[in-house]
């Protein structure tokens, strides 16, 4: 059984290889708080458009390139660093504090996107982040069956997929920096990206993960499952713009 210090004192069990009540334990404590991150993503999202601020730090962004290009700097250096503190495997708070850093940090990136889709005024409507919801937690519950289903370590996927996130990244600096649009084709590669990821992060939680890095494993699916909302729901306002 391969094992690892976790304090200099302590030795965890990489989970795939734990006895099969820490291995079950470990899973739900990291589904149950993936379950609580989304809550919490939901719940601060909608007092930021019950309040008015979603839509004031929109209009903020909306006004100068060097605001997009700024929040984009914010969000990639703040989410290293909650990385960072859920690996902190010898201070549960540190871990807990980067898990809601990251939350508070993808709900920063998702205010304009949101706001535009939510709002009649800006030829959204309230029904089309549920509607994205729906089919993100649809395609998030497949992959994750099959993923279990199926018992095949796809940690070889790591290096593709980071290959394509900073192809993609470069594609998105180059849209902001130059003012054109991506399109529904690069949304729907996106979205395949990101469903990768969703595998990837799925099978390195029943192949990779020590038992008690629930915290960091939760952050990194919770991660993936946003970015895949993020673009299910640019396709969706696509579409009804089209209509």
């Given at each position: 059984m391969s094992n690892y210090l976790v304090?200099?004192?302590?030795?965890?069990s990489v989970a795939a290889e734990a006895p099969v009540s820490e291995r079950v334990a470990f899973i739900r404590r990291t589904y149950a708080h993936v379950a609580g991150a989304g809550a919490a993503f939901v719940g601060l999202s909608v007092f930021l458009q019950v309040s008015g601020i979603a839509e004031q730090v929109m209009l903020q962004l909306f006004t100068s390139k060097l605001a997009w290009?700024?929040?984009m700097v914010?969000?990639?250096?703040?989410?290293?660093?909650?990385?960072s503190m859920a690996y902190a495997r010898?201070?549960?708070?540190?871990?807990?504090?980067?898990?809601a850093l990251y939350v508070l940090l993808y709900t920063l990136l998702f205010t304009p996107i949101l706001t535009l889709a939510s709002q009649p005024k800006y030829g959204g409507s309230?029904?089309?982040?549920?509607?994205?919801?729906?089919?993100?937690?649809?395609?998030f519950g497949a992959l994750t069956v099959a993923v279990f289903a199926s018992g095949r370590d796809f940690s070889f996927l790591g290096p593709i997929l980071w290959v394509c996130s900073f192809a993609a990244l470069g594609l998105i600096?180059?849209?902001?920096?130059?003012g054109f649009s991506l399109g529904l084709v690069f949304c729907a590669a996106m979205v395949a990206l990101f469903a990768g990821y969703i595998i990837y992060d799925t099978s390195n939680i029943i192949?990779?993960?020590?038992?008690?890095?629930h915290v960091a494993a939760s952050m990194a699916l919770f991660g993936s499952a946003a970015m895949l909302f993020y673009y299910i729901l640019r396709i969706f306002m696509a579409v009804r713009s089209s209509d």
């Open positions: 304090d200099g004192y302590h030795v965890e290009l700024g929040l914010v969000f990639i250096a703040g989410t290293w660093v909650a990385h010898s201070n549960v708070g540190v871990q807990y504090a980067g898990l309230p029904q089309l982040p549920l509607q994205a919801g729906i089919v993100t937690l649809a395609v600096l180059a849209a902001v920096l130059f192949h990779h993960y020590g038992t008690h890095e």
